[in-house]
């Protein structure tokens, strides 16, 4: 995948920013995949994103399921957390296809896992660790 940008996030506030911006942008149809190591903010960021489509409810990560809805914002928000899947198709299962063309939009955190699966339109935003604590490097697709 392509990388078109990279931005450096020097805090949390900055990581909000970015969350609330990118909501500003987003469209039915979208899906969102969040690639980076554990504690680089992924759940932190999509419910930024969550909060920048005037979503009320809080935002963590779906434990017991790997799907969570959320359906108060501009556009309803599927959070996927695919860190325990083994093997992709598992995601037609769970119904993925109708949540990635369901008219709301899908953010996927540990989406290398199921690469495989996604739809062509899938944005990318790969996140690393930066030199200090707090800081993040995004690496987006578009
Ligand atoms: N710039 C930043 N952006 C996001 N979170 C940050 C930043 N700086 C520090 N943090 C902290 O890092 C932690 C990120 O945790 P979070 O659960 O969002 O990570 P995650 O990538 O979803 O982890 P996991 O792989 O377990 O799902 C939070 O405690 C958050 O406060
Ligand atoms: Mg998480």
Redesign the pocket.
Known sequence: MEIVRTIK?K??Q??EKFGLKLAKDLKAGDVLALI??????????TSYIAQGLGISQRVN?PTFTIVKEYHDGRLPLYHF?V?RIIDPEEMFNIGADEYFFGGGVCVI??ADLVEEVLPENTKYIYIEYGKKE???IYKCTF
């Open positions: 996030i805090n949390e900055e990581t980076g190591d554990l504690g680089t903010g992924k759940t932190a960021l990560s957390d860190y955190e540990w707090g800081e993040r």
